[in-house]
């Protein structure tokens, strides 16, 4: 079992930045291919950003492509979730998660963090 812990949420004004992180403890870090997931208030959870366990391949929601970009650091046990031209579209808490099966898509995650929030003002 993986425990997910992310961190870097906050406010930020439309046209920054923020880099999100998720810190794994529990089973080898390596062996899970990772997500990111975000979910606004009155709509679903949606799928933002995915990568394989070498971080060789990656994978985005065509809403983000071109401004957000996943990244791991398997020695840290950390995937991060770079995010730049934020939109106040982009307002959601934000999950990442773990799928200790699959390292290509389909991926079926298991494993989840709580959640950080993120806010982009106009």
């Known amino acids: 079992q993986v425990q997910l812990v992310e961190s870097g949420g906050g406010l930020v004004q439309a046209g920054g930045s923020l880099r999100l992180s998720c810190a794994a403890s529990?089973?080898?870090?390596?062996?899970?291919?990772m997500g990111w997931f975000r979910q606004a208030p009155g709509k679903e959870r949606e799928f933002v950003a995915a990568?394989?366990?070498?971080?060789?391949?990656?994978y985005y929601a065509d809403s983000v492509k071109g401004r957000f970009t996943i990244s791991r650091d398997n020695a840290k046990n950390t995937v991060y979730l770079q995010m730049n031209s934020l939109k106040p579209e982009d307002t959601a808490v934000y999950y990442c998660?773990?799928?200790?099966?699959?390292?290509?898509?389909?991926?079926?995650?298991?494993?989840w963090g709580q959640g950080t929030q993120v806010t982009v003002s106009a």
């Open positions: 998660a773990a799928d200790p099966i699959n390292d290509s898509p389909p991926y079926e995650y298991d494993y």
């Open positions: 529990g089973r080898t870090f390596s062996s899970y291919a």
């Open positions: 990568i394989s366990r070498s971080g060789g391949n990656t």
